[in-house]
């Protein structure tokens, strides 16, 4: 049976100020959407009323065509959730917390010590996994947060910001633990890093001042960019004017006194020195931004 | 509930606990020596292991509670469950506490004397114990749960002074009801701060039952006010709910205090120092006593006073006997005869009768329990132990506590052994009762049961609590029966020695109760 994620006219306010307004999506199957936007744009609300923590105003969010909100319990192991700030009693081992999850998930002693064996090993935690957490380092955090978001076979895991505090080898190396991930469940990744996307994300939908911008594919979303973007070496002494004409998205150095500037022209009308070049993720994620 | 163990954990790898640890294995090991003798004294001169552990549990339950972490909150959504969770791993952890006493006290208690009041003993340690415990772990995770920063640990130690009740002179009551409302406030109970009666510890009553109900009253508050607030989902409903649980919550508490006010009496001044009373008895003056006592629960006494009449002024007889006790029937010479009450006096009419001679018949019955001003049981009657002691209240009829010499001819119907001041003269027991006469002549009349023993020592008999070895006994009597200790006193009129728990020494006529501490 394939999963669905079904997320139906989503509204939150928050002290009288929309939050999130009419938000709708949905996902079949496996796969890993990217839920990306600017900060602020009510990326971590969603998440939080994705997995039931907050209560929208208006709206609900259907797993496997079951309410979140009133099946609270009993979706408990479909869902998996690492938030963005992962943190438990210092005092407490990896080891500890871990159990505790399969306690909760409704493991039974058998279950639980396979399941632990096989994420400390998939995730390389047995350094670490009987020490204090308190003791961790970011990476070692995300790596625990993420096995205890795998316990109990979820169908649906929720990551927020997943590698925010990782260093380029953290990043990367927990990037393809997502993408391992992703191929067993869906997993929506909630960020404002366009890179995580680009790593592994099959759907995108783009967030900005609550409401969503774009809900498609990757493909899609470059495809509606494509040969709106422009890239050119210009001497310095033109950059103000350039930038007073167009957006720029991307820049660079170059040779001294030159900059490599991707800039959006929705009218073909450019100066010489630019030529149209094929849109990156990023660009056409700050091209829906500045729309 | 299977999260109560992630929560035991957090407990017990905290450094609070190993704290906790370290200041109960000191306070206890450091009193073991006085487990010869009583674990009621014990938990009295220990009770410092028992305010660290609460203050350590009360922190942590404090820090789990309000530490709000948002992965905890997903994956176990029942914010109740998580708080119930808590108290469960507290209460655990306080059992796993209490290894440390009792393995000090079962290494240590001497099992020759070991009889129902050590069993008892141990079980007010245990109840103290787990009450004060679970009350600071639900004060802990019930401030936590409404309070998230870090103002939820002045809270709860603010909470947690006011949960000493006055032995921690945190306020003094002032009045009756607040003294049982402070008593009742305390945790701990007064009894652990206050001298101990280890010779028979009144333990067990209802005084002592409705002390911990109210604990457990307040326990239940805290967890209903948690349940509210996690389980009602709009405001308005939930400060309903609130007023509501806060009315029963008063009702229930006032009424137990009002049911303890008529059964506590608390003597601030022993009576040898009350102020002259004014009693009008230059008339007349008691020549004997002649009672019938039955000492259970309650007392019943059908006391006939031989009164003789020299030149009485007024037509009235005056005695002090305690407000206490409410009088059944007053006669004289077996007509029954009017009376009033004053406070601490009954005055009886006596209708112009010429006789020089009068018998003055008196039924009464109370239940007693009296504390002295420091809290100690000092008068007390139950079905096993016994204290009357004329020095406290007046507990028969009495012309003042300066009599003179009287004929006392008393039977005593009792549930155990009774001693007394007075020679017995005879013991009778069936299978529920025992039946005691004590003649002789006195100056007043003191009755004891409970955790004693005899021996003769030095043509001395010596009544003395079981919880001290004999020898103990000979070398304590040896030290301090001289004129150094009793300069005023000839020593070889004495012939009997009680040593109880009172704090002050007494001489008798013949007999010397001795304090031993």
Redesign the interface.
């Known amino acids: 049976m394939k999963n669905q994620l079904k997320v139906e006219n989503i509204s939150f306010n928050y002290l009288n100020k929309k939050i999130l307004s009419d938000i709708n999506f949905e996902y079949e199957d496996r796969g890993v959407i990217g839920l990306l936007g600017p900060n602020g744009s009510g990326k971590t609300t969603l998440m939080r009323i994705l997995v039931g923590l907050k209560t929208p105003k208006t709206g609900q969010v259907l797993l496997n065509n079951k309410s979140i909100l009133n099946n609270r319990e009993e979706l408990v192991n479909m869902v998996g959730y690492l938030p963005q700030n992962f943190e438990i009693y210092n005092y407490i081992s990896g080891l500890d917390f871990l159990s505790y999850v399969c306690d909760i998930k409704g493991l039974n002693n058998e279950e639980k010590k396979e399941k632990i064996d096989y994420l400390v090993e998939k995730f390389n935690l047995s350094s670490v996994i009987k020490k204090r957490f308190g003791s961790y380092s970011g990476g070692y955090k995300r790596r625990l947060g993420i096995a205890q978001a795998m316990i109990g076979n979820p169908q649906f895991i929720i990551i927020d910001e997943p590698t925010v505090g990782l260093d380029p080898e953290q990043r990367f190396e927990f990037r393809q633990y997502l993408a391992g991930i992703g191929k067993e469940s869906i997993i929506l990744i909630s960020t404002h890093i366009v890179e995580d996307i680009s790593f592994y994300c099959d759907k995108i939908i783009i967030l900005n001042q609550g409401k969503i911008t774009f809900d498609g594919y990757r493909d899609d979303l470059i495809e509606i960019v494509d040969g709106k973007i422009y890239e050119g070496i210009i001497n310095i002494e033109e950059y103000d004017k350039v930038k007073e004409n167009f957006r720029i998205i991307e820049q660079s150095g170059s040779e001294r006194g030159k900059v490599k500037l991707r800039v959006i022209c929705e009218d073909n009308n450019i100066s010489d020195g630019f030529t149209k070049v094929k849109p990156s993720l990023e660009n056409a994620y700050v091209y829906f931004q500045a729309r | 509930m ?2 109560s ?2 929560y035991f ?2 407990y017990v ?3 609070v606990f190993l704290l906790m640890v370290i200041a109960v294995s000191f306070f206890c090991y450091y009193y073991k020596e006085v487990l010869e003798m009583s674990i009621y004294l014990f938990t009295e001169l220990s009770s410092y292991s028992l305010y660290c552990t609460t203050i350590g549990i009360m922190i942590i339950s404090t820090y ?1 509670s309000g ?1 709000k ?10 914010e109740n469950k998580l708080f119930l969770s808590n108290i469960l791993a507290g209460t655990k952890v306080s059992t796993l506490l209490f290894a440390i006493p009792c393995i000090i006290i079962f290494s240590h208690i001497n099992y020759i004397g070991v009889n129902v009041y050590t069993i008892k003993e141990f079980f007010n340690y245990a109840i103290i114990w787990y009450c004060a415990n679970i009350f600071a772990v639900v004060l802990g995770a019930t401030v936590g749960t409404f309070v998230g920063n870090f103002l939820r640990y002045i809270i709860c130690i603010i909470i947690y002074l006011f949960s000493m009740g006055s032995s921690m002179t945190l306020f003094s009551p002032t009045n009756k009801f607040l003294t049982i409302f402070s008593d009742f406030l305390s945790i701990f109970t007064d009894k652990v701060t206050a001298p101990v009666n280890y010779a028979s510890p009144i333990l067990f009553n209802r005084i002592y039952l409705l002390d911990k109900l109210f604990i457990v009253f307040n326990i239940l508050f805290m967890i209903t006010l948690v349940y509210v607030k996690t389980n009602i989902k709009t405001n308005k409903n939930k400060y309903r709910y609130y007023i509501c649980v806060l009315v029963v919550f008063l009702i229930i508490q006032s009424s137990m205090i009002c049911m303890v006010y008529p059964l506590l009496n608390i003597v601030n001044d022993p009576i040898s120092e009350v102020e002259n009373k004014n009693i009008q008895h230059a008339g007349y003056s008691i020549k004997g006593y002649s009672m019938n006592i039955d000492v259970f629960n309650k007392l019943n006494n059908k006391c006939s006073i031989n009164l003789t009449k020299n030149n009485l002024e007024k037509n009235q007889l005056e005695f002090f006997l305690s407000e206490i006790f409410k009088v059944d029937k007053v006669s004289i010479n077996g007509n029954k005869a009017k009376y009033s009450r004053v406070n601490d006096k009954i005055i009886i009419e006596t209708n112009n009768i010429e006789d020089s001679e009068l018998i003055v018949d008196i039924e009464y019955s109370g239940k007693v329990y009296v504390e002295s001003f420091n809290r100690a049981h000092v008068l007390y009657t139950s079905n096993r132990d016994i204290s009357l002691l004329d020095n406290i209240i007046y507990w028969y009829p009495t012309l003042d506590n300066n009599q003179k010499s009287s004929n006392f001819q008393i039977d005593v119907r009792s549930k155990s052994k009774v001693y007394s001041n007075l020679p017995k003269v005879k013991e009778d027991k069936d299978k529920s009762y025992y039946y005691t006469r004590l003649k002789g002549e006195g100056s007043g009349l003191n009755i004891l049961s409970g955790n004693y023993t005899t021996m003769n020592y030095k043509n001395l008999e010596i009544v003395y609590p079981k919880c001290i070895s004999e020898s103990n006994v000979k070398i304590w009597v040896d030290e301090h029966l001289n004129q150094d200790f009793y300069p005023t006193l000839d020593i070889s009129i004495i012939n009997k020695i009680i040593i109880n728990s009172d704090q002050n020494s007494l001489v008798i006529d013949e007999t010397i109760f001795m304090p031993i501490i």
Request: charge should be positive; aromatic fraction near 10%.
């Open positions: 299977k999260t163990r992630f954990k957090v790898k905290n450094i789990i530490n972490y948002e992965i905890v909150e997903t994956i176990e959504r029942n």
